[in-house]
Nanobody, 122 residues
C-alpha cells in the first residue's frame, strides 16, 4: 500500500512563489523506489500532470505551461518530493495532488494525496 500526504499550499500574489511538499509511506514504498509526480486540477477542468520525477531522481519532466517556472526535486530520502513554484500566474490556481507509483516485484501500487489548494490572486 501507498499513502501520500501533501502540504504547502496557500494564497499567493501573481509573480510570487510557493513550495509544495509530499511524503509517501507504506509497505510498498518501503520495498520499492517510487516515481513521484505532481498533478493539478482547476475548477471545471480535468486533473493534469504538472511534473514528474523518476525513482532515481535523475529523470524529470514538466508540462509545457510550467516549464521554466516550476521545479520538482527530491528530499533526503526516496519518499519525499518537492515542487518549487515560481513566477506564479492566476492560471496556476488549482488543487495540487501528489502521486506516488511504485513497482514491487510484479505489482504496481499507486497512492494519491488528498490535495492542497494553491490560489494565485491579487
Amino acid at each position: 500500500q501507498v499513502e501520500v500526504v501533501e502540504s504547502g499550499g496557500g494564497l499567493v500574489q501573481p509573480g510570487g512563489s510557493l513550495k509544495l511538499s509530499c511524503v509517501a509511506s507504506g509497505s510498498a514504498v518501503t520495498f520499492g523506489n517510487p516515481t513521484m509526480s505532481w498533478y493539478r486540477q482547476a475548477p471545471g477542468k480535468e486533473r493534469a500532470l504538472v511534473a514528474t520525477m523518476t525513482s532515481t531522481g535523475v529523470g524529470t519532466d514538466y508540462a509545457d505551461p510550467v516549464k521554466g517556472r516550476f521545479s520538482i526535486s527530491g528530499g533526503n530520502d526516496k519518499n519525499t518530493v518537492f515542487l518549487q513554484m515560481n513566477t506564479l500566474k492566476p492560471e496556476d490556481t488549482a488543487v495540487y495532488y501528489c502521486k506516488a507509483e511504485v513497482k514491487v516485484i510484479a505489482r504496481t501500487y499507486v497512492g494519491w494525496g488528498q490535495g492542497t489548494q494553491v490560489t494565485v490572486s491579487a
